[in-house]
């Protein structure tokens, strides 16, 4: 890794993320419309319910955040799982594996380009969102910073799955049956005040609530950092991020 090749890094990068987008119609259009959905559905019962969370702020101003998280998880997994899998079957993978590049460089660029289309996405629908409510102070720091984490380790998964799998039963399989789940009940809707206490314990000992929360105090500074979980989440992100850089290098059932 002492010559890295960041032109072939920059090559792969640029393609990932052309080809992304000129699918917009499916990659944004589609979700777009769908978090849309959501939040003028939920916005429409709050009227009528008036929802409380416990909060000072608004259902909406708590929802907004957790739906933009929500839609980050989802593509992050699937665009590297997505990219990964249809290469394999039209048999262009085997070429990056056969180039002067190292999988390190090549898993790199994945990841990068799936860090780049995630965070354009999270970004889209955060301003079309936000038509909906009115933040008066975002910290764009702890923003990214959480965007950046949770890219990171849905990206891992994904290009894990993409790497020891074939076809796309085992990616639609640990989408509907792990990532879903995840996005949708990790404090994605409702604030952890409003569980019973007997269920707590899910969302306590639960990482992925800790990314959504953290993500939601850009928003709502309704929480205060505590540094061991900050280190469990970095840990988290070295654990997804190692494991998935060294089944790839070892190339265990990477290729047909």
Not at 5 to 15: E, G, N, R
Not at 89 to 103: A, K, V, W
Not at 131 to 157: G, H, P, Q, R, W
Not at 175 to 203: A, C, L, M, R
């Amino acid at each position: 890794m002492s010559n890295i090749s960041y032109s072939a890094i920059k090559t792969i990068l640029f393609y990932e993320v052309k080809d992304y987008f000129k699918e917009f119609q499916f990659n944004i259009i589609a979700p777009l419309i769908n978090t849309f959905l959501f939040v003028l559905i939920l916005s429409t019962l709050n009227n009528y319910y008036n929802i409380n969370i416990g909060i000072n702020n608004s259902y909406i101003d708590f929802l907004i955040p957790g739906i933009v998280i929500m839609v980050v998880i989802q593509s992050s997994f699937n665009h590297l799982s997505e990219v990964i899998i249809s290469m394999k079957q039209t048999g262009s993978f085997n070429d990056y594996l056969m180039s002067p590049i190292s999988r390190i460089e090549i898993f790199i660029s994945f990841l990068l380009s799936s860090i780049f289309v995630s965070i354009i996405i999270g970004l889209i629908n955060l301003f079309v969102l936000s038509f909906f409510t009115d933040y008066n102070k975002v910290n764009y720091l702890i923003l990214f910073y959480y965007l950046i984490l949770t890219i990171i380790i849905f990206s891992s998964i994904g290009a894990l799955t993409g790497f020891l799998s074939f076809t796309w039963d085992v990616q639609s399989t640990i989408s509907n049956f792990f990532i879903v789940p995840i996005s949708f009940f990790s404090g994605t809707f409702f604030d952890i005040s409003s569980i019973h206490e007997s269920w707590k314990f899910i969302f306590l000992y639960n990482p992925f609530y800790y990314l959504v929360s953290g993500f939601r105090s850009a928003f709502i500074d309704n929480s205060n950092s505590n540094l061991f979980i900050e280190s469990m989440l970095i840990f988290i992100v070295l654990i997804f991020l190692i494991s998935t850089l060294y089944i790839f290098n070892k190339g265990f059932k990477v290729i047909n």
